[in-house]
T-cell receptor
């Protein structure tokens, strides 16, 4: 089983639509969770951290279910500028330190 | 706003040559990372560095790779003898604490010919 698994998409949605992305992770020792956004040939940029209680930032809502090892991202009222690849990222403490493990990313295309 | 900076932005090198990719992490950060992304593929972990030593490395990070933090500000990745398959975007990242988010540099595009 992959460490972090995402549906690669692409998700093609009209402007104004609501779209949801899911992610599962295999390591139950995972400590912290993030959604990053990556535009073509650019670096990943933090979109939001994900907390067990769920958190919202404007049009974006993230949820974490530790029991199911499942993370989600909901984007409401999608804009053309939301078109990007969304990366699910899991931080795991290892013997010596910690590392961030990336999912393959889910590609979103928002269309007129 | 503090940021992670990487140089060069693009490097072309001949197979078998050594390359050094440079990074300046955010100044109060304690954890440092190198990742790579082959075109069209996922972001892959190479190595993490904490307290002046490697804390974890992936299978990709073999004897051809090394990292250094020579002067307390720079963080370098060296590839001793480059192969064609080393062609990728290399990202440096840093973070302040174990559970905090990581900030990424803009990347170095390495092309091995």
């Amino acid at each position: 089983r992959k460490e972090v698994e995402q549906d690669p998409g692409p998700f093609n949605v009209p402007e104004g639509a609501t779209v949801a992305f899911n992610c599962t992770y295999s390591n139950s020792a995972s400590q912290s969770f993030f959604w990053y956004r990556q535009d073509c040939r650019k670096e990943p940029k933090l979109l939001m951290s994900v907390y067990s209680s769920g958190n919202e930032d404007g049009r974006f809502t993230a949820q974490l279910n530790r029991a199911s090892q499942y993370i989600s991202l909901l984007i409401r009222d999608s804009k053309l500028s939301d078109s990007a690849t969304y990366l699910c990222v899991v931080n795991v403490y290892t013997g010596g330190g910690n590392k961030l493990t990336f999912g393959t990313g889910t590609q979103l295309k928002v269309e007129l | 706003e503090p940021e992670v900076t990487q140089t060069p932005s693009h490097q072309v090198t001949q197979m078998g040559q050594e390359v050094i990719l440079r990074c300046v992490p955010i100044s109060n950060h304690l954890y440092f990372y190198w990742y790579r992304q082959i075109l069209g593929q996922k972001v892959e972990f190479l190595v993490s560095f904490y307290n002046n030593e490697i804390s974890e490395k992936s299978e990709i990070f073999d004897d051809q790779f090394s990292v250094e933090r020579p002067d307390g500000s720079n963080f370098t990745l060296k590839i001793r003898s480059t192969k064609l398959e080393d062609s990728a975007m290399y990202f440096c990242a840093s973070k302040e604490g174990g559970d905090t988010e990581a900030f990424f540099g803009q990347g170095t595009r390495l092309t091995v010919v």
